[in-house]
């Protein structure tokens, strides 16, 4: 490991090129994952995390296509509507053919169209002379894979590795690694048509290009076991990942093109993300850095996704529960009850080079399993998956009040146990991100403000579950323990001269006086007393800590404030959403609009209409959009899932499952929207479409269809 990833922590992604220097393209299919430039090349300039990744290892580092001797000239490129396929136009620069004769640039047209599936990158190259007489020219694919885990890509160093290999026959080329941890890995990479040329790095093609006649070639990567590559097997794969990615689920349709825009775009990253796990869907944290389990994102994302549809909630939970820690490991970080931060399938996760393989190193992720578990019963009144999952929670609730209350005095708190592991252990992880006013890094054992807000959300919504199963005294017990430590949260964390609640307290209970976004998921949570909800709000609204885009993560004038940090001053989409549905908790619908806003506008100011992981916390300045972080992951599942948590938020909507009930609380909408549409909403067996118009004081509520015994209810 680097002396730098040393230092900066298990979030810190090494830097040689910012990725916004270069529009990157990207792509995932379950456990593979692709991040190409914008001529839909791999490896030949930009960013040095480009290639295709499988199970944690880039199984091809370079894929770049030559028209002649030369890179051909972009025309434009794009990944499809619902993220099914990178889509390249590109055309010939002048090309000398010897003496004075040349092919014009713009004679020649070339289509890439590239997508994965089912451990696959599928290429079709098609080829177009618009010339008025034949033209011989070759046509060359350039290939390698360095099959390096996907933590040395971000930086960190390794002592030793495998050892690489190869072989070549008449068409199919296989490229080889047999790693440390005894796993072989292979990349065969087969075409249509015998090459002209075929060497373990190149594929040479010499093709007589008629006028006004396609010339198609069709070549695979594949990353376990050889395919044959042909139009048939392209066209057919493609079409299932199409309708796979294309399937909607409840629909949202509103009166504003470009708001509808980032909806479907959402909806897409989202569906792109959602991988099958052993026990059930689960959405990938984000490419390239993260694109595997992560608990508390998976969670974050279920709840922001949840009211339209809980498959997703189901699958997170039955898949963290299957992975709860079963017993005590420092170097993972595990303690009984305990519930998964990340997995990981890599070589150096296998061989213990990090902790990562599956590792418990978060404060938040288990009070966060029986949040959502108790969101979903809202939500379903599904008995049969809460029966099985009770027993985790109770696991869960334990480790709450065993191992995650260590010095016993009522807080969750986290240390480390490992010294490969996470520093911090909340949603902010980097090394600096808990601090003292004067700038000093607070030590440990560290109790958030957003941790103890989780718990006493989970000892709640447990209680709702355990009255729904029967367990009446175990009801009562763990609101009596939400309570107490709700006053317990009160006397230690609130900041009167600032209005605010601390970020955390340290190892000495001091607290951490800084303000931060922080306080705004005790907001969500309700942990919140009512008469210093305002204040809280007034804080995070203020100029100090919103940019005009969204809510930092630490206010302007702190002493450690710095934009351009990860978690120390920028801007996080779900950090937003999150904020945005506790302003609405609280009956401030006002300023969730603002956030919306805040949010919907960066949206239209990045490429694809797609949230990054987060941004730069500079001021907003007219004419001008967001200030891209330069590692950010593109796509990433929670901020994907911030727009429907944000609509939520001021729309006031509520599903409950029994009986069979839409709320919509004091329900409004920001001035960017006239109307909304929701169809396909599923409550249990019924169904329904509503619609919500603006007027001047108020939102109306029309029921377009109802199929079933659900009830429509407007509080205002």
């Known amino acids: 490991m680097s002396d730098i990833i040393k230092f900066q922590g298990h979030a810190y992604v090494l830097a040689t090129s910012p990725r916004v220097a270069m529009r990157t393209l990207t792509l995932k299919d379950g456990d593979t994952f692709a991040v190409f430039d914008r001529y839909g090349d791999m490896g030949s300039v930009g960013g040095g995390e480009q290639g295709t990744y499988h199970r944690g290892t880039r199984m091809l580092s370079h894929h770049e296509f030559h028209l002649g001797q030369q890179r051909p000239l972009l025309l434009s490129s794009t990944v499809q509507e619902h993220n099914a396929f990178v889509a390249v136009d590109l055309t010939n620069p002048d090309i000398p053919m010897g003496g004075n004769r040349i092919i014009p640039r713009g004679t020649i047209h070339v289509f890439r169209s590239q997508y994965l599936w089912h451990g696959a990158l599928y290429c079709r190259t098609r080829v177009f002379n618009y010339g008025d007489s034949a033209l011989d020219l070759d046509l060359t694919y350039l290939f390698d894979a360095d099959f390096a885990d996907v933590f040395e890509v971000r930086g960190m160093r390794r002592k030793e590795r495998g050892r690489q290999g190869g072989e070549v026959t008449d068409s199919v080329v296989v490229m080889s690694y047999d790693g440390l941890d005894g796993i072989g890995r292979h990349t065969w990479i087969g075409f249509s048509e015998p090459p002209a040329e075929l060497t373990g790095n190149h594929a040479r093609f010499s093709p007589r290009l008629e006028p006004l006649r396609p010339f198609e070639l069709y070549h695979t990567a594949s990353f376990e076991g050889a395919r044959p590559p042909s139009a048939e097997t392209f066209a057919r794969s493609r079409e299932k990942l199409v309708n796979k990615l294309s399937t909607r689920r409840c629909r949202i349709r509103t009166s504003n093109q470009q708001f509808n825009h980032w909806i479907d775009r959402s909806t897409a990253d989202l569906r792109m993300l959602e991988t099958q ?8 944290a984000g490419v390239p850095w993260f694109s595997t389990v992560f608990g508390r994102d998976g969670i974050i994302t279920a709840l922001q996704y949840l009211w339209l549809d809980p498959s997703m909630a189901r699958g997170v939970l039955s898949t963290l529960a299957a992975n709860q ?5 420092p170097v993972q970080d595990a303690e009984p009850g305990k519930i998964l931060h990340e997995w990981r399938q890599g070589e150096m996760a296998n061989l213990g080079e990090v902790p990562y393989g599956s590792y418990y190193g978060s404060a938040d992720s288990t009070p966060l399993f029986i949040m959502l578990g108790a969101a979903y019963w809202r939500r379903t009144g599904d008995r049969s998956v809460l029966d099985g999952l009770w027993s985790n929670i109770e696991c869960a609730l334990e480790w709450i009040d065993r191992y995650g209350d260590c010095d016993g005095d009522g807080f969750v708190e986290y240390q480390r146990k490992g010294p ?12 600096d991100s808990v ?10 054992p560290i109790a958030l403000v957003e941790v103890q807000a989780y718990v006493y959300a989970a000892k709640q919504g447990a209680a709702e579950i355990a009255d729904g199963l029967g367990m009446r005294a175990r009801a009562r017990l763990l609101r009596a323990e939400a309570a107490t430590l709700r006053t317990a949260f009160e006397k230690a964390f609130w900041l009167e001269d600032k209005g605010t609640y601390a970020l955390a307290l340290d190892g000495d209970k001091v607290p951490c006086t800084v303000e931060s976004s922080n306080p705004g998921h005790a907001l969500f949570c309700g942990i919140v007393r ?8 007034d804080s995070l609204m203020g100029p100090d800590m919103f940019s005009g885009w969204g809510v930092r993560t630490l206010a302007e004038g702190e002493r450690r404030y710095n ?3 990860y978690h120390d001053g920028s801007v996080w989409p779900h950090d937003n959403s999150i904020i945005a549905a506790g302003l609405a908790r609280y009956g401030m619908a006002d300023r969730a609009r603002k956030v919306l806003d805040g949010m919907f506008e960066a949206a239209m100011s990045v490429d694809l209409n797609r949230l990054p992981e987060l941004f730069c916390g500079f001021p907003r300045q007219a004419g001008q959009g967001p200030t891209l972080y330069p590692v950010a992951c593109i796509p990433q599942a929670w901020s994907a899932g911030s727009p429907f948590l944000l609509l939520q938020a001021v729309l006031g909507l509520e599903v409950i499952a029994d009986p069979p009930t839409l709320v919509f609380h004091h329900p409004s909408l920001p001035e960017s929207l006239d109307r909304v549409e929701i169809s396909g909403l599923m409550i249990g067996n019924s169904m329904t479409d509503v619609i919500l118009d603006r007027h001047p004081h108020s939102v109306g509520v029309n029921v377009q269809r109802r199929r079933g015994d659900v009830q429509i209810r407007l509080e205002m």
């Open 277 to 284: 796990t052993p026990d059930g869907p689960y959405p990938y």
């Open 435 to 444: 601090m003292h006013s004067d700038g000093r890094l607070a030590h440990g």
């Open 530 to 537: 009512a008469d210093r909800a305002r204040r809280v709000a």
């Open 563 to 565: 934009p351009m940090s």
């Open 325 to 329: 820690a079963r017993h005590q490991n």
């Open 420 to 431: 490969q592991g996470l520093a911090n252990q909340g949603w902010k992880d980097s090394e």
